[in-house]
């Protein structure tokens, strides 16, 4: 018997015919789950009617994207697409399969806003009870049609009926799709719009400038989507704040890194949906790894833990912050002395966030500061000054020991609008509604042998999420201690409830 047999043979359940009527009888009737709309509605009809003015009478296909194999027959916890997410309203892990269609209106006014999802079964049918992956007894109930229209405020329809209406037309009307969110049904796609007499050549552009558009729509973010970043930021700091009680203990308990990050994903998911991207606890040395997320290590009391980490909410909207703790609660001389630079750095970047500048004004101010201390320290090579090194094309000296950028877009992804070009990002005006992080860092490895033997092993990253406002930015994590002595104040506070 093959391996696939063997599985098959676990796995059987009993069909007799009289098995599945005992299964289908006396049953309660089911309570609604929906009773009314959704407060994100009316702001994802807003979005999806800009996306509808800017390609009018022509077909635009979103996808949530399907379930992804983990493990033999177990699967990823599902998250729809960002794009797909921000245009219905839904979050968390909902509706596997689903697809958005805009479908141009028959008098040319606009689109009619069409949901395309795997209802929930009735309980007559074979999937309620036998099916694994979508049945009602395997993994929960689903809504029904009326759930999803009441709750989304659009047209909803069985995902089998989507097939024959995603291609028809293709050689009369343009066509878009998100590619990227369903590799499977975007083959399948093209090769309908191939057949119904699409030109074969222009489909990846033409999708790719769909993908394009809903990236950039998400810059300047809303009423709903501010809130939900507040709420972000603000699950996150309970999560930090349970991070920071439980210090003795992580140093104690051995492989410490591990335990902060159970730490900080067990409030993650008790307050939200979970973690918005893999946790960077880093202590000591691992620090200046910039992407350190095996979290292997122990954490030493006189370390400075780099904690990197945010809460996603519900809606799917995260929160990204950094703060550098000291794990018995003081900083050393020399890691106040980096902590300073990098605070200074981190001012100044904050400061550059109003309307008007550049969003690489953002990184420029910190970059500076970064530099001067760096001079001042005597790092840079002899002779060099620090606008010698502020040169892009003949300097960057100080990139040994600050290689990224300072500051990114945050929202429903953690690097989010990341399809925008450059003249749309890096080089944009700042509008009130953005919301961005600011985060310089200075990273000291044990081995640089360039760098002060009294900085070695150390590295500090102090990172916050500010909305620009009309007439300047609101720090949306400013609840959050930054200062070192600050810090040090925060730590004894909560160590001590």
């Not at 005992?22 to 309570?31: L, M, T």
């Not at 860092?441 to 360039?450: E, T």
Request: proline content about 4%.
């Amino acid at each position: 018997m093959s391996e696939e047999q063997k599985q098959a043979e676990n796995r059987a359940r009993p069909t007799t015919d009289e098995f599945r009527a005992f299964v289908k009888e006396d049953w309660a009737p089911r309570r609604p789950t929906v009773t009314e709309q959704s407060p994100a509605a009316s702001y994802a009809g807003a979005r999806r009617e800009a996306v509808s003015a800017a390609y009018p009478g022509e077909r635009l296909i979103v996808p949530a994207g399907g379930l992804k194999v983990r493990s033999n027959d177990t699967d990823y916890v599902f998250r729809p697409h960002s794009a797909f997410a921000h245009l219905t309203g839904l979050g968390a892990d909902r509706e596997p399969d689903a697809v958005l269609v805009l479908e141009p209106r028959a008098d040319g006014a606009g689109h009619e806003a069409i949901l395309y999802f795997r209802p929930l079964a009735d309980r007559e049918s074979d999937e309620f009870f036998a099916d694994a992956r979508y049945g009602e007894f395997w993994v929960g109930a689903r809504p029904t049609i009326d759930d999803i229209e009441l709750e989304l405020g659009l047209t909803a329809r069985h995902i089998d009926e989507f097939a024959d209406a995603a291609a028809k037309d293709a050689g009369s009307m343009v066509i878009r799709l998100v590619r990227d969110a369903d590799r499977d049904l975007a083959r399948a796609l093209d090769a309908s719009r191939v057949q119904n007499g699409a030109d074969a050549d222009g489909l990846e552009e033409s999708d790719d400038a769909l993908a394009h558009k809903l990236s950039h729509l998400r810059m300047v973010k809303d009423e709903v989507e501010i809130q939900a970043m507040r709420d972000a930021v603000a699950a996150t700091k309970v999560g930090f704040e349970a991070v920071i009680a439980d210090l003795p203990r992580a140093v104690a308990e051995g492989r410490g890194e591990r335990w902060v990050e159970g730490v900080f994903g067990l409030h993650a998911r008790h307050e939200g949906n979970g973690i918005g991207y893999d946790s960077i606890c880093a202590s000591g040395d691992h620090a200046n790894t910039l992407h350190w997320i095996k979290n292997t290590g122990d954490i030493r009391d006189g370390d400075l833990l780099l904690l990197d980490a945010g809460v996603e909410v519900d809606s799917l909207y995260t929160a990204d912050i950094t703060r550098t703790l000291p794990v018995n609660g003081t900083f050393t001389d020399a890691q106040r002395e980096i902590y300073d630079a990098v605070y200074a750095a981190q001012q100044a970047g904050i400061a550059a966030v109003k309307p008007g500048n550049k969003f690489s004004d953002i990184h420029a101010a910190a970059i500076r500061v970064i530099a001067e201390h760096l001079h001042a320290w005597g790092l840079l090579p002899e002779g060099v000054s620090v606008e010698d090194t502020l040169d892009t094309e003949h300097g960057q000296y100080h990139r040994r020991w600050m290689v990224h950028g300072t500051s990114h877009h945050l929202g429903i992804d953690v690097h989010d609008c990341a399809l925008a070009t450059r003249v749309e990002y890096m080089d944009a005006e700042l509008a009130p509604g953005m919301v961005l992080t600011v985060e310089p860092g200075l990273y000291f490895k044990a081995d640089d042998l360039k760098a002060p033997e009294r900085f070695r092993g150390n590295g500090v990253r102090i990172e916050d999420d500010v909305l620009v406002t009309a007439d300047g930015c609101e720090n949306l994590s400013a609840g959050m201690p930054r200062t070192a002595d600050d810090v040090e104040a925060w730590i004894r506070e909560v160590q001590s409830r």
